[in-house]
């Protein structure tokens, strides 16, 4: 069973960055369009960021110009930079993606999640 794999977060002072990276556990299923969500503890969650397979690219307004979503196909991961982050961005973001093999697409696979903590 193929799954998405995420990593990069952690704790980290106002001001600071993080990187975070998206990728499958099997390199036969290739990440398509990808999108990163997070979820904050009482809230809903909601679409951050995301990057098709053109490498369009779209944002929430309360991270433009502070995170950047990116891709490297031939390491088959997607990228998530956040700068200048923020207390209102801790969160646990999930990566949510399209995967292809072959010529067949899979939709609709969730990652486990990377808490991000930033302090004040």
């Known amino acids: 069973q193929v799954q998405l794999v995420e990593s990069g977060g952690g704790l980290v002072q106002a001001g600071g960055s993080l990187r975070l990276s998206c990728t499958t556990s099997?390199?036969?299923?290739?990440?398509?369009?990808v999108n990163w969500h997070r979820q904050a503890p009482g809230k809903q969650r909601e679409l951050v960021a995301g990057i098709s397979s053109g490498n369009s690219t779209n944002y929430a307004d309360s991270v433009k110009g502070r995170f950047t979503i990116s891709r490297d196909n031939a390491k088959n991961t997607v990228y998530l930079q956040m700068n200048s982050l923020k207390p209102d961005d801790t969160a646990v973001y999930y990566c949510?993606?399209?995967?292809?093999?072959?010529?067949?697409?899979?939709?609709?696979?969730w990652g486990q999640g990377t808490q991000v903590t930033v302090s004040a």
């Open positions: 099997q390199s036969t299923f290739r990440l398509n369009a």
């Open positions: 949510n993606a399209t995967l292809i093999r072959g010529t067949a697409r899979y939709y609709g696979y």
